[in-house]
């Protein structure tokens, strides 16, 4: 099981927007800079991230972007969900899933538990838990992310 490279790179992105919180807003040539991801892939993050409730648009002169809720507020889970949607780790536990052995299947009435202990597993790190897990003073972080 491994996340797609734009679900990575969002973790990535919103972790760094993080440490931006205690400041006015940020913008995506800052993050693709800060985190040497290209600046068309965070533009494009930012915008499915936007959509998803967990960064806010700043208008006018100096715009950017902010969270939009505090760092403590957003998960992993959330990040991953608004990058690949519902985490389901099989195909038929998605709605328009197709199974060639749904017949037959044992295992089928299970992946909703066992895809609820993933969630739970991702929603348990939140963005201040990934900003403390870097070399920065907790201190000066934690000021930077109550948002």
């Not at 995506?28 to 499915?48: N, R």
């Not at 519902?86 to 199974?99: F, K, M, N, S, V």
Request: with cysteine; glycine share 10%; aromatic share 2%.
């Amino acid at each position: 099981m491994r996340l797609s490279s734009m679900a990575d790179y969002a973790v990535v992105a919103m972790r760094a927007a993080a440490l931006h919180c205690g400041g006015d807003r940020t913008n995506a040539s800052e993050i693709a800079e800060e985190t040497g991801l290209p600046l068309p892939t965070v533009q494009k993050l930012v915008s499915k991230l936007g959509a998803a409730g967990l960064l806010r648009s700043v208008r006018g002169a100096g715009g950017g972007f902010r969270l939009a809720r505090p760092a403590a507020a957003i998960t992993v889970a959330d990040i991953v969900e608004a990058i690949e949607g519902p985490i389901a780790l099989t195909q038929c536990c998605e709605e328009d899933g197709d199974c060639a052995i749904e017949l037959r299947c044992g295992a089928r009435a299970h992946w909703p538990q066992v895809n609820r202990a993933i969630r739970g597993a991702l929603s348990g790190i939140t963005l201040v838990d990934l900003a403390h897990s870097q070399a920065e003073p907790v201190a000066q972080v934690s000021e930077g992310i109550t948002a």
